[in-house]
């Protein structure tokens, strides 16, 4: 199983992004996806998660509103729409796998068994 994180880059705040993360070597539409971020210095962080009914799950109101996730079966890709960007955005971010069968998706980093490398955004003027 590989995934393929990509779309990061500089952009200034106020601005837009969309992260993509390609999944290969699974069986995409039956897993729960989710989005994490690391900034430098800080814990990993879960921002949004998306079952494989299309369900989805946020960390908090804020960044519902700005980072809407979705998915593409049939491409097996799961996106993160950034919008609105600040620079406490800034971190990597980092796509997961649950392959469980658990009903729903959850924001447990552990619940994830494959994650992406990773792509980087930075927010800054």
């Known amino acids: 199983v590989q995934l393929q994180a990509s779309g990061g880059g500089l952009v200034q705040p106020g601005g837009s992004l969309r992260l993509s993360c390609a999944v290969s070597?699974?069986?995409?539409?039956?897993?729960?996806m989710g989005w994490f971020r690391q900034a430098p210095g800080k814990a990993r962080e879960f921002v949004a998660g998306?079952?494989?009914?299309?369900?989805?799950?946020y960390s908090s109101d804020s960044l519902k509103a700005r980072f809407p996730i979705s998915r593409d079966n049939a491409k097996n890709t799961v996106y993160l729409q950034m919008n609105n960007l600040k620079p406490e955005d800034t971190a990597v971010y980092h796509c997961?796998?649950?392959?469980?069968?658990?009903?729903?998706?959850?924001?447990?980093?552990?619940?994830?068994?494959?994650w992406g490398q990773g792509t980087l955004v930075t927010v800054s003027s």
């Open positions: 070597g699974g069986a995409f539409s039956t897993w729960h």
């Open positions: 998306i079952s494989r009914y299309g369900g989805t799950i």
């Open positions: 997961a796998a649950d392959q469980s069968q658990r009903i729903g998706v959850r924001s447990i980093a552990s619940d994830y068994a494959y």
